[in-house]
């Protein structure tokens, strides 16, 4: 749903084709219009179509909405085949609902690569045209899910888990709160009855999260925070070392792993 | 019969798969129109000719609370032929309503992720404890706002078993 002008560019999608499971007619029809790549996309509206699809060929990608026309659970009948195929990045098109966001963590605890894109609030043929030309690396989104979102309590994983998606490039407890149809009072309250420390601080440790593993794939500081929009990158500093980092600390995975249980401890309160 | 009723009924029967097309602009919530197209694609066929045109009304107007003298009126069917007919079957018209009431508003909570307000509001409930009865009332459960997932596809297998049991073929 973001990673505009990420200076770390993802691997590639596959040549392969990419499913699209989206029940909405005018939405496939925009979808279908010519554009980069999009003679990939292959259409299905049901759950028992698309399932037999994925498991033909390798496919590069897959797009989907979390029920079927008939009302069918797409996560759940995909499970399976993403914790078989991790690399393979799952478009989840979505209002962003607590129950959809729930659907989503089971998904990258099976271990997917899910991008969430939200309906009415992000373009989905604009990201699936990113997606297909120059795909964004996932960032750190699905280490947070996994390491962060899955270990909270149930009661406050769906706000976690949106907070890992508004945590880059552009930081914002407003439109955090926003895609939860609340205000950013409400979603305090949220996450302090859940014993969370304040929006703000959860977002600023997840974007901790975003930069250090920009900073161990080899990206340099100064074009983190040009991608941020910042003119410097003091604020970046100060969000690592509220975890007790430095920059020049995140050199190798191993670095950036350690950092996930800081900031577990950083967002409780 | 209400005057869209009379051409959707033919249409929405024999084609099931278009069903979207009949439902005019003002039915409800967008969201509904896929969920009756949802309950016709399953159960359309399901009820003999007789009475399938019942069925069919409820699914394309269960999206709010209709008496069920209107239901049976839309449907052009006398209420007392219609109860006759279907007590044969073991149903109720009002049994049936109630189904197609809980499906949809399963469909708008489930599938297409609505807040909880927005559903009571376009289902012209009033209230969320009539949205929750309503589900109830056809074993959905419902709390702390939320359906649990996959609840409209349960229910759906729930209401189409009824059918068969109903309707042997």
């Known amino acids: ?269 | 019969m209400a005057p869209n009723a009379v051409s959707s009924l033919e249409l929405a029967v024999s084609e099931l798969k278009s069903v979207e097309i009949v439902l005019h602009d003002g039915a409800g919530h967008p969201a509904s129109r896929s969920a009756a197209a949802a309950l016709l694609r399953r159960t359309g066929f399901v009820p003999p000719p007789a009475v399938r045109p019942y069925f069919t009304v409820c699914a394309l107007a269960g999206w709010r609370r209709v008496p069920v003298d209107q239901l049976a009126r839309w449907s052009g069917m006398p209420p007392a032929a219609l109860k006759r007919r279907l007590a044969a079957a073991g149903l109720t018209p009002a049994g049936v309503a109630a189904w197609n009431l809980a499906l949809h508003a399963a469909w708008l909570l489930d599938v297409a992720a609505l807040p909880t307000g927005t559903v009571v509001a376009c289902m012209r409930l009033g209230r969320a404890v009539a949205l929750g009865a309503a589900l109830g009332a056809r074993g959905v459960r419902f709390a702390a706002g939320r359906v649990d997932p996959g609840a409209f596809a349960a229910a759906l297998d729930r209401y189409a078993a009824v059918l068969h049991a109903a309707f042997p073929t």
Not at chain 1, 56 to 79: M, S, Y
Not at chain 1, 108 to 116: E, K, N, P, S
Request: glycine share 8%; hydrophobic share 50%; with cysteine.
């Open chain 1, 1 to 269: 749903m973001t990673h505009t002008a990420d200076p770390l560019r993802g691997a590639g999608l596959g040549a392969g084709p990419v499913p699209v499971l989206i029940v909405a007619e005018e939405e496939r029809r925009r979808l279908a219009m010519p554009g980069s790549g999009h003679e990939r996309l292959l259409f299905y509206d049901r759950i028992d179509l698309l399932c037999p699809r994925l498991q033909d060929d390798a496919v590069a990608a897959v797009v989907i909405e979390t029920r079927d026309a008939d009302g069918l659970p797409v996560p759940a009948a995909i499970r399976r085949w993403v914790g078989r195929n991790p690399l393979v990045p799952v478009v989840v098109w979505s209002a962003g609902g607590d129950a959809a966001l729930r659907e989503v963590l089971d998904l990258a605890d099976a271990g997917a690569d899910v991008r969430l894109v939200l309906r009415g609030r992000d373009d989905l043929g604009v990201a699936l045209d990113r997606l297909l030309s120059s795909p964004p690396h996932p960032g750190a989104v699905s280490a947070l899910l996994r390491g962060v979102v899955l270990a909270a309590p149930p009661s406050i994983q769906p706000e976690l888990a949106m907070a890992a998606y508004h945590a880059w490039p552009h930081p914002s407890v407003h439109a955090w709160a926003g895609a939860l149809q609340v205000t950013p009072q409400a979603l305090n309250a949220r996450l302090g009855t859940a014993h969370y420390a304040t929006a703000s601080v959860v977002l600023a440790a997840f974007t901790a999260a975003e930069i250090a593993i920009r900073l161990t794939l080899g990206v340099r500081l100064k074009d983190i925070a040009t991608a941020m929009g910042r003119l410097d990158d003091r604020s970046l500093r100060w969000r690592l070392r509220r975890l007790g980092y430095r920059a020049e600390q995140m050199r190798d995975a191993a670095d950036f792993r350690a950092l996930i249980p800081r900031i577990v401890a950083a967002i409780r309160r």
